[in-house]
């Protein structure tokens, strides 16, 4: 089975680090691109960041530029989102996917269950 | 960056009535266009991807066309289960933005 899941989020203060990963199973992780969305409390989806399967090229979103890393460990089929410098607008609930079947249109056909992080003093 | 603006932001409609969702990009994106559909509290599940492809086990009652700036969703026959938000997004360029989603409510 095809599956995601999301780990690492949690409640940190203003200023503070968070990583979150997310392990693939069920798919040849190194074959495809994989990307991190985002949604506050009450908003909408909001495009994070994605890198490509061999993890030589990585893109994102100006909100997180200069704070946020996303990089891959094919190895260990994982994907990390590194959180720097977390301001209180970074709360939402974070969810990985996968681009299995689009073929270079980078949808996002396979998703994780999201998970939290929540910053706050 | 590439603004997408999606038409309306919510509507109420019937089982069974054809229901059309409008998605507006600030600039040509040729047809780098996704559709999802929200469900409150859960992931997001690609519907529609190319501007007009349809992912596997979605049903046929849900389309997507159009090319360049302006797409369409459209659901031919509103079900039960179809209750929900859904969101456009670009992949022509990155930032791949989304537009801000257009919930769809029983009347």
């Known amino acids: 089975e095809v599956q995601l899941l999301e780990s690492g989020g949690g409640l940190v203060q203003p200023g503070g680090s968070l990583r979150v990963s997310c392990a693939a199973s069920g798919f040849t992780f190194s074959s495809y691109a994989m990307t991190w969305v985002r949604q506050a409390p009450g908003k909408g989806l909001e495009w994070v960041s994605a890198?490509?399967?061999?993890?030589?090229?990585?893109y994102y979103a100006d909100s997180v530029k200069g704070r946020f890393t996303i990089s891959r460990d094919n190895s260990k089929n994982t994907l990390y989102l590194q959180m720097n410098s977390l301001r209180a607008e970074d709360t939402a609930v974070y969810y990985c996917?996968?681009?299995?079947?689009?073929?270079?249109?980078?949808?996002?056909?396979?998703w994780g269950q999201g998970t939290t992080v929540t910053v706050s003093s | 960056d590439i603004q997408m603006t999606q038409s309306p932001s919510s509507l109420s409609a019937s089982v069974g009535d054809r229901v059309t969702v409008t998605c507006r990009a600030s600039q040509s994106i040729s047809n780098y266009l996704n559709w999802y559909q929200q469900k409150p509290g859960k992931a997001p599940k690609l519907l529609i991807y190319a501007a007009s492809s349809l992912q596997s086990v979605v049903p046929s009652r849900f389309s997507g066309s159009g090319s360049g700036t302006d797409f369409t969703l459209t659901i031919s026959s509103l079900q039960p289960e179809d209750f929900a938000t859904y969101y456009c997004?670009?992949?022509?360029?990155?930032?791949?933005?989304f537009g801000q989603g257009t919930k769809v409510e029983i009347k």
């Open positions: 890198i490509s399967g061999s993890g030589t090229a990585t």
């Open positions: 997004q670009q992949t022509y360029s990155s930032p791949r933005t």
């Open positions: 996917g996968a681009d299995t079947v689009t073929v270079g249109y980078y949808g996002v056909d396979v």
